[in-house]
């Protein structure tokens, strides 16, 4: 090894701090000496009693201990030091007839072993591998703290939700249907008596109060989605489409709307919730295609790799795909109440559906020539 090739081994172990315990203290020096050359922090010690005096939490990485000792055996010795720290790894050294020894210290915590007489050649692997070892533990430890803390605080964050949504179903009911009451009244009452623009104002403020009451129920809706657990069962997917489309034909029975239907395979999904995601695909595409003199509304799939695509066209008023971005954030719109109702929810829910099934939505648009709306979703098995 060259000159820069040690020097980068030896700037690599410094940081490793390592207690070393044998009775001869000979060789405890010797070994100590060897070790100190090779970049290593090392303190040693001829006693047990002087070693586990001097473990503390933290200040060792590593403990290398004979096995076989008067005082103590090395066994006994990991035994107390991982009580002292529970982050400190350990190597046993021992003589060939002891080997059988050295398997049962490695099952009572040891790591490694190393045989005597030492080889240089053969303690770095061995040490190296240890720490290696030690510091997966230590990393393993403080990602298993982190998830814990992250549990809690994500437990702690639904509690606040739901409280937040209790909030919202009630505290701001109560004055929504205050307003709502006491506007619809006056309306009742005093219309005929009203000069035009006090009843142009009074009903602007009854159709604000309804598109209010419509976020907060869009709101609660889009919260509760997150914390309700997915129901998953095989669904008939041509049966779902085409009971969505036949309720909406029903509230759009005054239009020439045309709708076409492809095979639709079934897949495994949480009924109301799949149901969902078509209702508000099918009922924008019915929304969005209102102004046009003749509706064409078109539902079909394809297979992917592992997945299954729907997809929901329609020949409507499209959007600028630059803006596509927004498309499946919460109160996101595209168009202006002017243009088209809504409180720019639906597609979020849609989103947020899909993606908690591990599938995939997006979109592609001309503005005035019309949107398709694809939702990926895992292929049922084969064998269902």
């Given at each position: 090894?060259?000159?820069?090739?040690?020097?980068?081994?030896?700037?690599?172990?410094?940081?490793?701090?390592?207690?070393?315990?044998?009775?001869?203290?000979?060789?405890?020096?010797?070994?100590?000496?060897?070790?100190?050359?090779?970049?290593?922090?090392?303190?040693?010690?001829?006693?047990?009693?002087?070693?586990?005096?001097a473990v503390q939490?933290?200040?060792?990485?590593?403990?290398?201990?004979?096995?076989?000792?008067?005082?103590?055996?090395?066994?006994?010795?990991?035994?107390?030091?991982?009580?002292?720290?529970?982050?400190?790894?350990?190597?046993?050294m021992t003589g060939q007839g002891t080997i059988e020894t050295a398997v049962r210290a490695m099952k009572a915590g040891a790591l490694d072993y190393i045989l005597k007489p030492f080889k240089l050649s053969a303690i770095l692997p061995v040490l190296a591998r240890a720490l290696s070892i030690r510091q997966l533990r230590v990393e393993n430890r403080e990602l298993n703290r982190r998830v814990r803390e992250h549990a809690l605080e994500l437990e702690e964050a639904n509690k606040e939700l739901e409280s937040f949504s209790y909030s919202i179903s009630h505290d701001l009911r109560a004055p929504l249907r205050a307003i709502e009451g006491f506007n619809g009244l006056v309306l009742k009452r005093f219309s005929a008596e009203l000069p035009p623009d006090a009843l142009k104002l009074l009903t602007q403020v009854d159709r604000n109060a309804k598109r209010m009451s419509q976020l907060i129920d869009d709101l609660l809706r889009f919260s509760r989605l997150g914390r309700q657990p997915l129901q998953k069962q095989r669904i008939d997917v041509q049966k779902l489409v085409n009971e969505v489309v036949e309720s909406l034909r029903l509230e759009a029975a005054q239009r020439d709307v045309e709708v076409r239907l492809g095979e639709l395979p079934a897949i495994r999904a949480d009924l109301p919730l799949f149901r969902q995601v078509f209702v508000n695909l099918l009922s924008n595409a019915f929304k969005f295609t209102r102004n046009n003199s003749k509706t064409i509304i078109e539902v079909g799939s394809r297979n992917g790799a592992g997945e299954v695509i729907f997809f929901v066209r329609d020949n409507?008023?499209?959007?600028?795909?630059?803006?596509?971005?927004?498309?499946?954030?919460?109160?996101?719109?595209?168009?202006?109440?002017?243009e088209f109702e809504g409180t720019g929810v639906g597609l979020s829910i849609a989103h947020r559906i899909v993606h908690r099934h591990g599938g995939r939505i997006w979109a592609e648009s001309q503005l005035n020539k019309g949107a398709t709306f694809y939702v990926a979703m895992p292929a049922e098995p084969a064998h269902d």
């Open positions: 090894m060259s000159a820069t090739g040690s020097n980068r081994v030896a700037s690599d172990r410094v940081s490793a701090r390592l207690v070393v315990l044998d009775d001869e203290a000979a060789h405890m020096r010797a070994l100590c000496d060897t070790l100190r050359e090779q970049g290593y922090e090392v303190s040693g010690f001829a006693t047990p009693g002087e070693a586990l005096a939490p933290g200040r060792f990485d590593l403990l290398l201990v004979d096995l076989m000792m008067p005082e103590m055996d090395g066994i006994s010795v990991l035994k107390r030091a991982a009580e002292v720290d529970p982050d400190i790894a350990s190597v046993v409507g008023a499209g959007f600028d795909m630059n803006y596509a971005q927004k498309l499946f954030k919460v109160f996101q719109r595209l168009h202006s109440e002017d």
